[in-house]
């Protein structure tokens, strides 16, 4: 008897309960915000400046500098393994690297240079720390002191670091530096006048890109 009259108790209790509107509050659903993603392509605009040590090895009197400024584009695209990034770039930028060695070569100058390269980070929330390894060709001017000029494709390779760093979802900013090591290779004015020639240097360059 008294199991019943409790069991009719707490029936008409819930009865009240509902009949007043009373609802029993239940949590919020949890929302993880899955962070920033560098994953994805993008395009860019970069400025650098370049110091490159040169020689002739053939006629020259000795070693030389050659230092100047380009601008150019690049693109790519990130792929996100966690917080490890794995990419690929390239890029081709034009200006005035050049110098001369007051004697066969006066002047030589870098017109342009292509390059691509394979990038490895990890991300820290906006900021990607990486560094880059690839190859580079570049379309090398030389005057023959009166006697002739021409032009020859140098090829090598590159490694540096660097950091991304997100001002936006979609906008980023660069800095970085390079060592650039093109492969030493005669230069042929023509006639078979060879200059066995050689460079390589330091890059530095900052840029700004948008992230589709």
Do not use: K
């Not at 006629?59 to 230092?67: K, S, T």
């Not at 240079?113 to 390894?133: E, M």
């Not at 390779?157 to 800095?175: C, T």
């Amino acid at each position: 008897m008294r199991i019943l009259i409790s069991a009719a108790i707490i029936s008409c209790s819930a009865g009240a309960a509902m009949a007043t509107g009373i609802v029993v509050p239940q949590q919020p659903p949890v929302v993880v915000d899955p962070g920033f993603s560098w994953s994805g392509a993008y395009v860019g605009v970069m400025a650098s400046t370049t110091s490159l040590d040169a020689e002739d090895f053939s006629f020259g009197p000795g070693p030389f500098d050659m230092d100047g400024g380009t601008a150019g584009i690049f693109a790519g695209y990130n792929f996100m393994f966690g917080d490890v990034m794995v990419g690929i770039e390239g890029s081709y930028s034009s200006g005035g690297i050049d110098g001369d060695d007051a004697a066969f070569m006066d002047p030589v100058e870098i017109e342009n240079t292509a390059q691509l390269r394979a990038r490895l980070g990890y991300a820290i929330d906006r900021i990607l720390p990486y560094v880059a390894v690839g190859v580079i060709s570049s379309d090398v001017f030389s005057n023959h002191s009166g006697f002739g000029a021409a032009t020859q494709t140098y090829t090598g390779f590159s490694y540096g670091i660097g950091v991304d760093y997100a001002l936006r979802d979609n906008i980023f900013v660069r800095a970085e530096i390079e060592h650039l090591n093109y492969d030493r290779d005669d230069f042929d004015f023509s006639g078979g006048d060879l200059h066995d020639f050689d460079m390589d240097g330091t890059r530095l360059s900052i840029g700004v890109a948008y992230r589709f």
